[in-house]
């Protein structure tokens, strides 16, 4: 029997991904097949990242916002940090256990994505999750 930690980034897209892809709110075709590469990237920037030393969601997001600050203006600073907010709330959720960003797998990021796309629109909803991948693979 394959472990969480045993599992390649395939693994995650043949199984994982597959209900991201087919989740009903997805709507659009374009849009659908859009969220799964663009999660696809996320597992496997993921996958190479298991194994480091424990950073909780918080230090994870201030960490790619100081990293940020010298390339990006203070508006888009302050952009990404209003995204990445919204992760950080949905992380304090009752029903979210993410004490440790090594622990963020793709069923994880499959859930984000449906709490997400709840009353926002596709343009929102894409700029949002960019925003959180550029923040997984930093």
Not at 3 to 27: K, P, Y
Not at 33 to 39: D, E, I
Not at 121 to 126: I, M, R, V
Request: hydrophobic share 30%; aromatic share 8%; net charge negative.
């Amino acid at each position: 029997k394959q472990t969480h930690n045993d599992r390649t980034a395939n693994d995650w897209t043949r199984r994982d991904l597959n209900l991201c892809r087919s989740h009903g709110s997805l709507h659009n075709r374009n849009f659908a097949t859009f969220l799964y590469l663009f999660l696809e990237q996320i597992i496997i920037t993921m996958t190479r990242i298991h194994g480091l030393e424990s950073l909780t969601p918080q230090e994870g997001v201030q960490m790619y916002l100081q990293s940020r600050e010298s390339e990006l203006s203070q508006s888009t600073i302050y952009e990404h940090t209003c995204r990445l907010n919204r992760f950080l709330e949905w992380t304090d959720l009752p029903d979210v256990e993410l004490e440790n960003l090594n622990d963020l797998d793709s069923r994880m990021c499959c859930e984000y994505l449906a709490h997400r796309q709840e009353n926002l629109a596709s343009t929102t909803l894409e700029n949002s999750m960019r925003t959180f991948r550029l923040a997984v693979e930093e």
